[in-house]
């Protein structure tokens, strides 16, 4: 399983419920496609997957100041029915410049595959990335429009009213 969409949409809250559950094991920010595309093989995937969960656990499950921790969550416990990563905007933008990447995944796992998009009003995503960020909003606007794509439009016209 993997995440795909747009930054600041609530991935990380989502995954860390999901990662709860003992049939569940998801990497906290892996970049999963980024080592697929480096020709790593299933064991090795499997592996990076372990260890990045085992890291997140580390950090008590807290990233920036949120804590992402799931009060009698089973972390890590394999086999598992669902493996995977939440790293969502970054995987987005590796697939659409890729889409031979999910071909690749479908042989090196030998799984079915299961994205989920988590959509969050682009202005919520926009007002938390700027607040969390040092740029301005015409920045924050102008770095989301590129990870959208054909939306500009709309985005726009906010910025005029």
């Known amino acids: 399983m993997f ?18 559950h003992p049939d569940v094991l998801l990497a906290h920010e892996l970049d999963f496609f980024r080592w697929l595309a480096l020709g790593l093989e299933k064991p090795h995937l499997i592996r990076l997957i372990q260890e990045r969960d085992r890291w997140f656990e580390g ?25 995977g990563d939440k790293m969502a905007a970054v995987t987005t933008q590796r697939i659409a410049g890729n889409i031979g990447l999910l071909d690749t995944l479908r042989k090196e796992m030998s799984l079915s595959l299961r994205a989920i998009n988590v959509v969050r009003n682009p202005y919520d995503n926009i007002a938390t990335a700027c607040r969390k960020s040092s740029m301005t909003l015409n920045e924050t606007i102008d770095s989301y429009e590129k990870v959208v794509g054909g939306r500009r439009a709309r985005c726009r016209q906010s910025r005029r009213g």
């Open 3 to 20: 995440f795909i969409g747009y930054w600041r949409s609530g991935h990380t809250a989502l995954a860390a419920v999901l990662n709860g």
């Open 59 to 83: 950090r008590g499950r807290r990233w920036e100041s949120y804590d992402y921790n799931v009060p009698g969550g089973s972390y890590e416990q394999l086999p598992v029915r669902v493996l």
